[in-house]
């Protein structure tokens, strides 16, 4: 008797130890939206989590029992983190899932959604089955998500503090603008490639291109705290408040030192010298020879002040090793343009900085010769390149950072093959394109360029037209006086409904091809071609 009794007080225990662990090993999911007691329309938001002891394979959306999508899975989900502490790899796991679908592909009236998820034990389980009203006469407020800053605490901020997010809307959207305390402080740009996005809602391609960024001068705003709200607008004039942060604005002018961006040369690049061997290091200051190859050094550059000075870049130099050997003070013509010189036109960057000073005219552009300085006492091999920034009230950046780039300066003869390169302007990445389009870009070989082949998919599908004028090329490249435009016309009916990529490669006399580039590219045509 008394060993049956024990018996069962070690079972017992046993079991109560075992509960918990066995409750931890569950499936747990849930369908957060749409809501069934909210009329839907526009685009509908399907959203929500799960967990499994295995792996979750996929997540598919059904509505009326009819597949529509699979669902983006391993999105960040800390409420349930929270939720379910002790469940095994709950630290590490990522259990949301969201996806969408058009209204306007349903009749009015009620219909049934729900997700099934699957799991790597080959199960399939219906979670949220619910049923909502559409009502396509409705008009959907644009909707969206802040992602910098994050919605966690006061965020301080000094000088320029960007902005950036999505929003979308089915009638599309028309502005996105940035408030400070209720006032309109500026409008974001908009349009930006949002890929993710676009996987999260595919009913919708415009989801692709539905990023905004936006840089705001807070020198422009009293320091404390203030509220920062982000309203898209949509194109029947509609708007939705789609974030709201805190921002403690803290400016003096030790805080705001010149930024900017250094665009080329790229970290851990080739720079050839030509003309190396000709002795006798000349002391003579811009250091170029017009006779040896030229490697252009080009960025931007931007300064705020506090509200008193609006702030203003004073001078730009070009540091190799620390050293001092270009500045915005040589400047001068260099192959009969403007070189070595601040205050060169980048619409691009007014474009994204429209409010600060000097944004139309940020862009500085030197000509660094490698050959002169190895003739001057500079030794081939590694070497630490960067920009330093200074402003009028002398504080001072480094670009790209104070430790710069690492770059590798080598002596070659002068008929050497210097391999060409250049840059697609057309397609963007993850363009939707249909119908006949023109591709198009520009391609620059020091000696003679016999050709600009085009590849897509890894298939050769023909040679560009060359020798387009490009004046803008013509201005960054002021030592080659050719046209360097190139443009190819495709049918895209000829290439599926899906994504492509292309590739560039040149062809130059001596028979050596080099990529140029690849962009990545979507066709969206009705109809095939005959």
Same mark, same amino acid.
């Not at 930024?259 to 250091?287: H, I, M, W």
């Not at 060169?344 to 050959?371: E, H, K």
């Not at 630490?384 to 080598?410: C, H, K, M, S, W």
């Not at 960054?476 to 190819?488: L, S, V």
């Given at each position: ?7 069962c007080?070690?079972l017992?225990a046993i079991?109560a130890?075992?509960?918990?662990a ?7 999911a849930q ?7 909210v009329?839907?329309?526009g685009?509908?938001?399907?959203k929500?989590w ?13 509505v ?15 409420d349930?983190v929270?939720a +379910?502490?002790?469940y ?6 990522r ?6 679908f ?5 009749t ?17 389980r219906?979670v949220g089955?619910r049923t ?14 802040v ?6 605490g ?10 950036n997010?999505?929003?979308a809307d089915?009638?599309?959207v ?9 006032g309109?402080?500026q409008s ?9 996005v676009g996987a999260?809602f ?12 936006a840089h705001v ?11 920062l ?6 194109t029947?004039g ?7 942060r ?17 665009d ?6 080739v720079?050839?010298?030509?003309e ?10 811009p250091?170029i ?9 080009r960025g ?21 090793d620390?050293?001092?050997?270009l ?5 001068g013509?260099?192959f ?11 619409y691009?960057?007014?474009?994204y900085?429209?409010t ?8 500085f552009?030197f ?21 330093r ?18 770059? %590798?300066f ?5 008929? %050497?093959?210097l391999?060409?390169?250049? %840059?697609?302007?057309?397609p963007?990445?993850?363009?939707y394109?249909g ?6 870009g ?5 000696n ?19 020798g ?5 090329v013509?201005?960054?490249?002021p030592?080659?006086?050719f046209?360097?435009g190139w443009?190819?016309t495709?049918d895209t ?11 560039v ?10 990529e140029?580039?690849?962009?990545? +590219?979507?066709v969206?045509n ?5």
């Amino acid at each position: 008797m008394w060993r049956w009794v024990t018996r069962c007080l070690v079972l017992s225990a046993i079991a109560a130890l075992l509960t918990p662990a066995l409750f931890a090993q569950q499936f747990y999911a849930q369908l957060d939206s749409p809501d069934p007691a909210v009329t839907q329309n526009g685009m509908i938001l399907v959203k929500g989590w799960a967990l499994d002891p295995g792996l979750v394979t996929k997540v598919e959306l059904y509505v009326d029992d009819q597949f529509q999508h699979t669902a983006v899975l391993n999105l960040p989900r800390i409420d349930i983190v929270e939720a +379910f502490p002790t469940y095994p790899g709950i630290h590490q796991a990522r259990p949301g899932f969201v996806t969408g679908f058009l209204a306007s592909r349903f009749t009015n009236g009620n219909h049934t959604v729900e997700v099934r998820v699957y799991t790597s034990d080959g199960q399939v389980r219906p979670v949220g089955r619910r049923t909502i009203t559409i009502n396509n006469t409705i008009n959907q407020a644009p909707f969206g998500s802040v992602d910098i800053p994050d919605a966690a605490g006061v965020h301080n901020a000094t000088g320029s503090f960007p902005v950036n997010g999505w929003a979308a809307d089915t009638d599309g959207v028309s502005r996105v603008d940035v408030l400070i305390d209720g006032g309109v402080m500026q409008s974001a740009v908009y349009g930006d490639p949002r890929p993710d996005v676009g996987a999260s809602f595919p009913d919708y391609p415009n989801a692709q291109f539905s990023g905004f960024v936006a840089h705001v001068d807070t020198t422009r705003v009293q320091n404390g705290v203030h509220l920062l709200e982000i309203r898209a607008t949509d194109t029947l004039g509609m708007s939705k408040m789609i974030g709201r942060r805190q921002i403690q604005i803290l400016n003096n002018d030790s805080f705001l030192r010149p930024f900017g961006y250094l665009d080329e040369p790229k970290r851990d690049a080739v720079l050839f010298g030509t003309e190396c061997g000709t002795g006798g290091g000349q002391n003579f200051s811009p250091p170029i020879n017009p006779q040896a190859h030229i490697t252009p050094v080009r960025g931007w550059a931007l300064d705020l002040g506090t509200r008193e000075d609006v702030g203003r870049v004073s001078y730009v130099e070009l540091l190799v090793d620390g050293v001092r050997w270009l500045s915005s003070d040589d400047c001068g013509q260099v192959f009969g343009e403007l070189a070595n010189c601040y205050g060169l036109p980048r619409y691009d960057v007014a474009r994204y900085y429209p409010t600060y000073p000097d944004s139309p005219r940020a862009g500085f552009f030197f000509t660094l010769d490698v050959g002169t300085l190895m003739n001057m006492g500079v030794r081939p091999g590694n070497h630490n390149l960067r920009v330093r920034v200074g402003d009028r009230e002398q504080t001072f950046a480094d670009l790209p950072n104070r430790d710069g780039i690492p770059v %590798f300066f080598q002596c070659v003869e002068a008929s %050497f093959d210097l391999p060409s390169f250049g %840059f697609i302007d057309f397609p963007h990445t993850f363009d939707y394109v249909g119908g006949v389009v023109t591709f198009h870009g520009w391609a620059i070989d020091e000696n003679t360029l016999a050709a600009v082949e085009i590849v897509i998919d890894g298939n050769f599908v023909g040679t560009a037209q060359y020798g387009f004028s490009r004046p803008d090329v013509r201005q960054q490249y002021p030592q080659f006086t050719f046209d360097t435009g190139w443009r190819f016309t495709m049918d895209t009916r000829l290439l599926s409904n899906a994504r492509h990529r292309m590739t560039v490669r040149t062809l130059d006399a001596r028979g050596h091809r080099v990529e140029i580039g690849s962009v990545d +590219f979507y066709v969206s045509n009705n109809t095939p071609a005959p």
